[in-house]
């Protein structure tokens, strides 16, 4: 054990953490004992959620809202149980303003589509503005400018300093009074760059302008209090958050979602429907169209039990020791350059760099076969290789059930890439 590593405090009990997630027992590549370094991706599911995923399954599965059998009841119960526990997860003042979608982008597509074609005075068109940033995840690009294309509407973003942060030098001129929503990311996926909500929302507001929050790598990782942030809309995802894949979420300001138009049509969205018109279901289902994700539902449910029984702030506390000590080592390593803050404050758990002229996917493929897992390439955020240049990065990203000695695995582990190429 290094010395660095002795000195550490503020870290959750790992040892006993990681029984919970039969994975990372894995050997990979035959005699490789796993170290699971990409989290920002998907993070790995605990036996607690496994157990209620099959329990649901074996128990209780029907379709929900309709049925009056037991089992439609009872998948009733722990869909919209889940809802009241999201609700209370990022404190919501309502149950009612929790939407469930199947993954974050579908959220974001949600708003823009909604948008789109909204009456006044929230309808988005040629005479209006779009506001996001250069470190967007492509599924808060592309949205917008889908809408932007389809409307006419301007859109505009942030730029990057040299330092991976958001260049708010001329937020004045990039919000204006033809603002009609600012879309950011709270804690970016590539760079891990936590962003100042604050300083974003109040210019947003002074224009009139909506906020919408992709939170899909805060929500993990930190308390999320909704009503705090002062957004209009927040969204997140299940499988980043030790949920299944194919959940995601939508919150939004109850008095918006009473306005807005429906994006999707069929089933369950509806009051009343004749061959010459339809009345919508109040929100949320009326934006829930058709059979939704209910086991994922309830496996979303489950794993936020699981976070809070740790406790969000520990979670957030742990992951700022190992980022600390992850950047103390990661700058031992000759030729690597991290791409955004060099500093463990304001970041999130994940960092992502390059290893002088080696390219991120030769490393990410040497460090697979020593066993330890991490992402390569854009990170659907091209244009933040774009800005510095680069073809790609190496990302390492931790969680709660993330250790020292796993970050000093990915440091030797790198030296070993620089050995093999030379």
């Known amino acids: ?6 000195g550490l405090t503020g870290l959750l009990d790992t040892e006993a953490i990681r029984k919970d997630f039969p994975v990372l027992e894995r050997l990979v590549h035959d005699d490789r004992k796993l170290v699971y370094l990409d989290n920002a991706a998907t993070s790995q599911t605990p036996r607690q959620v496994l157990d209620v995923l099959a329990e649901y399954y074996e128990q209780h599965n029907a379709n929900v809202h309709r049925g009056v059998h037991v089992l439609a009841e009872e998948a009733t119960a722990l869909y919209e149980g889940a809802r009241d526990k999201i609700a209370a997860f990022i404190n919501a003042p309502s149950r009612d303003e929790v939407i469930f979608t199947k993954n974050a982008s579908e959220s974001l597509n949600l ?4 948008l789109g074609w909204a009456d006044e005075p929230y309808r988005v068109d040629q005479d209006t503005e779009v506001v996001i940033t250069e470190m967007e995840h492509h599924s808060n690009i592309v949205p917008w400018q889908l809408l932007s294309q389809r409307t006419g509407a301007k859109l505009k973003w942030f730029g990057l300093t040299d330092d991976g942060r958001l260049d708010l030098s001329s937020i004045d001129e990039v ?6 929503i600012v879309s950011f990311v709270l804690v970016s996926n590539i760079l891990g760059t936590a962003n100042p909500v604050e300083q974003i929302v109040r210019r947003a507001q002074e224009v009139g302008a909506l906020v919408l929050i992709d939170a899909s790598q805060a929500a993990p990782h930190m308390p999320l209090d909704v ?3 002062g957004a209009d809309f927040v969204a997140f995802t299940g499988h980043k958050m030790l949920g299944p894949t194919g959940i995601g979420v939508l919150w939004g300001r109850q008095e918006l979602l009473e306005d807005l138009p429906p994006f999707l049509g069929g089933g369950e969205m509806i009051e009343t429907v004749s061959m010459h018109s339809s009345t919508y279901a109040p929100a949320p289902h009326k934006f829930e169209a058709g059979t939704p994700p209910i086991s994922q539902a309830v496996g979303l449910g489950a794993a936020v039990d699981y976070l809070n029984a740790i406790g969000m702030d520990k979670i957030a506390q742990h992951e700022h020791v190992l980022t600390r000590y992850a950047v103390e080592r990661l700058r031992e390593v000759p030729d690597l350059r991290i791409i955004g803050p060099d500093t463990a404050e304001d970041r999130g758990a994940a960092i992502s760099f390059t290893l002088g002229d080696i390219h991120p996917h030769d490393v990410g493929q040497v460090l697979d076969e020593l066993g330890i897992a991490v992402r390569v390439g854009h ?10 240049g680069i073809p790609a990065t190496t990302r390492a990203s931790f969680y709660l059930y993330s250790t ?5 695995a990915l440091v030797d582990g790198l030296e070993h890439v620089r050995n093999f190429f030379g």
């Open 111 to 114: 708003v823009a589509n909604m």
């Open 404 to 408: 020292p000695a796993e970050i000093d």
């Open 379 to 388: 990170h659907c955020a091209r244009p933040v290789c774009l800005r510095y």
């Open 175 to 180: 919000i204006t009074e033809k603002t009609k």
């Open 227 to 229: 009503q705090a942030l």
């Open 1 to 6: 054990m290094t010395a660095a590593r002795q």
